[in-house]
């Protein structure tokens, strides 16, 4: 999904990828928008302490990385797999903040 207005695309990767996976995606949607392309704890090549890894501590990574370097400007979340029920439970706690899931 592509959208008409220069945001920013922040996407999650499944559980077993990592962000260099989807460098193919990535590169067609920063043509037309900033991404950034996030491992999360435990995704990927991102490290992987041991602790219990839920949604909600999923949810907070995003949010912090949102309000870091996103800085309450208009975001859409891009999810794959595990990424997007990540994407979905982000959204609520933006209110208006994220116009757009992809």
């Given at each position: 999904m592509f959208c008409l207005c220069p945001v920013p695309a922040v996407c999650c990767a499944r559980r077993c990828a990592n962000g260099g996976l989807r460098s193919e995606a990535a590169q067609r949607l920063s043509a037309r928008e900033q991404v950034f392309a996030l491992d999360l704890l435990g995704f990927g090549r991102s490290d992987k302490p041991l602790l219990g890894y839920t949604l909600e501590l999923w949810r907070d990574l995003v949010l912090?990385?949102?309000?870091?370097?996103?800085?309450?400007?208009?975001?859409?979340?891009?999810?794959n797999s595990m990424g997007s029920l990540i994407c979905l439970n982000v959204r609520p706690a933006l209110g208006g903040w994220s116009n757009s899931l992809g």
């Open positions: 912090d990385f949102l309000q870091e370097f996103v800085a309450g400007s208009p975001a859409v979340l891009v999810g």
